[in-house]
């Protein structure tokens, strides 16, 4: 079963590009916010929104260069944008960069899943 991705900017204009990247930005800001608090406990929804456009902006632009080294730029950065908003120290920014790719994984397969579903919807 091929998968074909949703929000492809590739060969679009500026404005899809534009748009991704505020999708993936809002969508990594609230599950920077859910690993944050389930992590650390009571914290500012503000401090995620610093940490979202970091995997957000590397998500988008590496996009051509596959997986393994869009995920591994991607959790890094979201590494270092977590350790300098939250101003954590260096295993504790760790653990909330796995909580968050974890929660968006979950998030993005359950949002494929039911844009799947509701595609296949009688009309």
Known sequence: ??????LDPAGGTLVA????????????SVT????ARYV????????ALLVGPVPAAA????????PAITIGVTMFGDYLAI??????????AGLVAVI???VTVIAGITLVNLVGLLGTAPT
């Open 59 to 66: 998500s988008v632009l590496l996009q051509h260069y596959g």
């Open 17 to 28: 590009y534009v748009g991704t990247f505020l999708i993936f930005a809002l969508g990594y």
């Open 83 to 92: 350790r300098s908003a939250y101003r954590l120290n260096y295993r504790l």
């Open 100 to 102: 968050h790719y974890t």
């Open 1 to 6: 079963m091929a998968f074909v991705a949703q």
């Open 40 to 47: 650390l406990g009571e914290v500012s929804a503000r401090r």
């Open 32 to 35: 920077a916010h859910i690993a």
